[in-house]
């Protein structure tokens, strides 16, 4: 990307406020390989349902009537593959017909493209279905050029789990190991929908907060429920929690890894030394606990 | 202390071949004799040392971008269920890691080379191979479309090219060093692809396919790595590639080298329509060029999923396939490719592909120099192997088999007129002696005094697949690991890297270009020792 | 005082993961972030080496970490359905683990990718 990128658009996502090096460190401020001239050799395109500061960095803006996206994908694959599109049905979406067809030009036109896709795009109206089109629209494209799509994943180290899960388990979230093997079923083992039909019967909180995030019927299972915290801090989830253990903050006071949102693992080096134990620690602590339960009761 | 009593002993490296005799284990070591200790009572059984995978991909980037696109195959794969000994798990065409370890010794397998890491997420391939336990591991490192490389291969700076390759290796903390498609993924970042062996790589004014092998073949020597450089020739999977392979082979200029899944890289035809098997004449070209060895990437019908650090090759089987598609590229050094495929008996690019893997193993008259691999998961999962076997030992079950393809087909093979059939000793060879001498693992693929104590004991049976599918034992590093073909205890392997030998000012060369290139601290680039677990480090001087 | 300087520190603030930060430390918090943008600045800022909180709370009351580590263990065990919940800003290791606790106990696990 920093060395090959021409083009590179950003889907529902502020990266300008929510990942503020993302442009000067990987995308468009970088001079790469085959991108001498750096920001005067990229074009940038964001389309979003508002206008973002990170539309100043860009060099056309693509305004999408909130929860369009899924259409306007799809009416893009069309365009690019020559398809005739109905401009009427484009107009309903917020945008004009020669907006897209402009947009499908420079797709096919640029060297290497890169499509980001945030999570405006992958947690609004059509959820997957939107990051598939995304997808699909990218992989399409290569039949033109080269061109890649990658999500920007807002959560530190979000993208570690998701890695760790894939391999141990097969699956990249909502694992249900009841059975002693890994079930997936996106919709029926994710959180909220286990925490507002009130499936689980305790909660192990890591390295988020969802007392503070999560809708109400899901906070007031987590307080109706034991739930335990390992937390830096207090957070609002370790108020209506029966057990909170402080830890070590990530990268501050505890070593380890956390992947970069492209699966690139990174060392921390943590520059204090604190007084808490590592969430590694304390986690392995209560499973060797669980064990000797488990041999007792055996 | 363990004896294996009164087997029948197949070690070819010794030159004992069904011998019945006794095997002697003390502190994970083959030895002479023991004094008290457990007794295995072998008689009737047949003793192998364990099998080593020279060609598989069980961790990493790649395999695990591929486990995250195939959700549906899972649903319908053999669940591994947690117990007092094993982890939860998922075996299918991308077993999870700790399953991997289970099925691989579960088979009598006990040490695999994962042969496909970028150095940039080797740090990521080496936590998976932390979890899977029961098989050591060594890796190869993916160098032939690295940047840095390429650019001092054509300026010919061969000296500096040979201490910069000698750094990542240690850097990745591999074992050796692959070449994929040299030129060709390079080429693809901009979706072009590098098929003419001696033109020059798109971005290069001179450099070729041919100056990569070469380049990369000689450093390896040079180095004395004790594997060979280990080559996935340019043109994998196309109609016609048997000449890009043959011209490989010269290209090479005498130095050692591993051809992977060699299967791949011998057909002919013009195109799809016309694509035929020319194993004949890639077997005649390599029985007569020693300095290679190679291994199968044999194919079996049925579902897997396809996955290479080969980008055009991935995107070519998306268009002929229209089905998913996965697409990652790393920066500077590789790329990968992911799409889900099934193998059909009817088809006849297919039943090519699945005559050709066999013909090449039974046309190569030196069992030594091939070994048995499936490119898993590309050509099938490895737990198929013994169904390969089965093929190899049996003459008239693969006539059966034959007889069951297309009639248009069997007029593109040959495999119909091979008669040969595998001995139980050369078998030995294809799985464990062979591909131990081909990774230059001296320790391992024997059952001498001093080897490993990786022994795989199995019960003779008519039936080949379920003979080789449920040994009766496995011993790994000296412990019972399985026994009555159940699994009874998880070790946990070692990681075998090697570090040869360089001048360590060569960090000042690479450091510069590294900041102007790529988006991450130099510093943070290696892999630590203490990342790895279970490393033993081989020291090579020059 | 012993300033601390680190080179080459990542930060975890967002999916970015930057790895080319400085950071000084003087023992207790951190007073210099080079390189840092304003979302990071704040990240590492907001952390000290002080004994802030207390180290386990059951209840709300105080406790130690052993009895907190029993607690939850009891209750993961008593659990028909526990649930593993979050996994964003925590390492690599602990996730491990925490796979590993989710498998033993039988439950499910679950990060932010599912909401």
Not at chain 2, 16 to 35: E, M, T, Y
Not at chain 2, 126 to 146: F, I, Q, S, Y
Not at chain 2, 262 to 270: C, T, W
Not at chain 2, 329 to 354: F, R
């Amino acid at each position: 990307m920093k060395n090959r990128a021409d083009l590179i658009i950003y889907w529902g996502g502020n990266p300008a406020e929510c990942h503020p090096r993302h442009f000067t460190k990987y995308t468009i401020m970088q001079k790469g390989r085959y991108i001498p001239n750096g920001r005067k050799g990229r074009t940038m395109v964001l389309v979003d349902i508002r206008e973002t500061p990170s539309a100043k960095a860009a060099d056309v803006f693509l305004q999408v009537r909130p929860g369009k996206d899924f259409e306007v994908l799809t009416a893009l694959r069309a365009v690019v593959k020559g398809q005739r599109v109905d401009a009427a049905s484009v107009a309903d979406t917020g945008l004009s017909l020669e907006q897209l067809t402009d947009l499908a030009n420079r797709m096919k036109a640029c060297r290497f493209g890169v499509l980001f896709f945030g999570m405006g795009l992958s947690m609004t109206r059509g959820k997957h279905m939107n990051s598939a089109a995304a997808l699909t629209l990218a992989a399409e494209l290569n039949a033109f050029t080269k061109f890649v799509a990658m999500p920007m994943r807002g959560h530190g180290n979000v993208t570690g789990a998701d890695v760790i899960m894939r391999y141990t388990t097969a699956y990249p979230f909502g694992v249900n190991l009841s059975r002693g093997y890994p079930r997936f079923n996106p919709g029926e083992f994710s959180t909220i929908d286990l925490l507002v039909r009130g499936d689980n019967d305790a909660t192990l909180v890591l390295g988020a907060d969802p007392g503070a995030t999560m809708p109400q019927p899901a906070i007031r299972h987590l307080a109706n429920t034991p739930t335990i915290v390992l937390d830096p801090k207090v957070t609002h989830t370790s108020r209506l929690a029966k057990v909170h253990i402080t830890t070590a903050a990530t990268g501050i006071t505890a070593p380890g890894t956390v992947y970069r949102m492209d699966e690139i693992p990174l060392p921390l080096r943590p520059p204090l030394t604190g007084p808490y134990p590592t969430d590694e620690e304390v986690m392995r602590r209560i499973r060797e606990a669980v064990q000797r339960k488990e041999q007792v009761a055996a | 202390m363990l004896r294996i009593k009164g087997g029948k002993v197949y070690d070819p490296k010794n030159g004992v071949d069904g011998v019945v005799r006794d095997v002697c284990i003390s502190g994970g070591k083959v030895v002479a004799d023991v004094d008290g200790g457990r007794v295995i009572d072998g008689t009737g059984l047949i003793v192998f040392p364990g099998g080593v995978d020279v060609h598989t991909h069980v961790a990493g980037a790649a395999l695990n971008f591929a486990r995250g696109l195939i959700p549906e195959q899972h649903r319908n794969a053999h669940p591994i269920v947690r117990d007092h000994i094993r982890r939860a798990g998922i075996v299918g065409a991308t077993p999870t890691t700790f399953a991997t370890g289970y099925v691989y010794a579960g088979m009598g397998w006990t040490t695999v080379n994962e042969a496909a890491v970028p150095v940039l997420s080797a740090k990521h391939t080496h936590e998976e191979l932390r979890d899977t336990p029961m098989v050591d591991k060594t890796c190869c490192v993916l160098m032939a479309n690295n940047e840095m490389m390429l650019d001092l291969l054509e300026a010919g700076d061969h000296e500096r090219a040979r201490q910069v390759l000698a750094w990542h290796v240690w850097a990745a903390k591999a074992y050796g060093v692959k070449c994929v498609n040299p030129g060709g993924v390079e080429a693809w970042k901009f979706g072009k692809d590098a098929k003419q062996l001696h033109e020059p790589v798109p971005g290069y004014k001179t450099l070729t396919p041919a100056d990569i092998v070469s380049g990369m073949a000689r450093a390896c020597d040079e180095l004395r790595l004790p594997h060979a450089v280990h080559l996935h020739c340019n043109n994998l999977g196309a109609p016609g590639n048997v000449s890009t392979t043959l011209d490989t082979m010269k290209a090479l200029e005498g130095h050692r080298a591993h051809l992977a899944h060699l299967q791949y890289h011998a057909y002919g035809g013009d195109d799809w329509a016309t694509f035929r098997s020319e194993s004949a004449k890639i077997a005649e070209a390599f029985n007569a060029n020693t300095n290679l060895t190679c291994d199968a990437g044999a194919v079996l019908f049925g579902t897997t999923v396809t996955i290479t650090a080969d980008g055009p090759w991935q995107h070519l089987l998306y268009q002929l396939t229209g089905k998913k598609w996965g697409n990652l590229d790393v920066e500077n050094e590789t790329g990968c490719g992911v799409v889900p495929y099934v193998y059909k008996e009817k088809n006849i690019v297919n039943a090519v592909q699945w005559a050709v893997g066999l013909e090449l193993m039974l046309l190569i008259d030196d069992p030594w120099r091939v070994s048995l691999t499936t490119d898993h998961p590309n050509g099938a999962p490895f737990w198929r192997y013994p169904e390969i076997l089965h093929l190899l030992m049996n003459a008239d079950f693969r006539k059966e088999q034959i007889a069951r393809l297309p009639e248009k087909a069997r007029s593109r093979i040959i495999l119909d007129q091979l008669t040969r059939e595998y001995t139980l000793g050369e078998i030995a060879i294809l799985c464990s002696a062979g591909p131990a001498r081909a990774l230059g693992l001296e320790h391992k693929g024997h059952l001498g005094v001093g080897a490993d104590a990786d022994v795989a004991v199995y019960h003779a049976e008519q039936d080949i697949t379920k003979m080789f599918s449920h040994p009766r034992y496995v011993i790994k590093g000296g412990e019972v690991v399985v026994e009555e073909g159940e699994l009874r205890q998880s070790v946990e392997g070692h990681a075998l890297a090697v570090k040869p030998s360089y001048d360590p000012q060569v960090e000042e060369f690479i450091r510069p270009l590294f900041q102007q290139y790529y988006t991450m601290s130099f510093e943070n680039y290696p892999v630590t020792p203490d990342r790895v677990h279970g490393l033993q480090v081989n020291e090579l001087s020059n | 005082m012993n300033l601390t300087v680190v080179k080459n520190a990542t930060c975890t603030f967002c999916g970015c993961v930057c790895d080319d930060i400085e950071l000084h430390a003087d023992g207790t918090r951190i007073t210099e972030t080079k390189g840092a943008c304003i979302l990071g600045q704040s990240w590492f800022k907001n952390h000290t080496a002080e004994h802030l909180y207390p180290d386990a709370l059951i209840d709300g009351k105080e406790a130690t970490v052993d009895e907190a580590v029993d607690a939850a263990a009891d209750i993961l065990h008593a659990a028909h359905l526990p649930l593993v919940y979050g996994l964003s800003n925590t390492t690599c290791e602990a996730q491990r683990e925490a796979v590993h606790l989710a498998e033993i106990v039988g439950g499910v696990i679950d990060s932010h990718t599912s909401l």
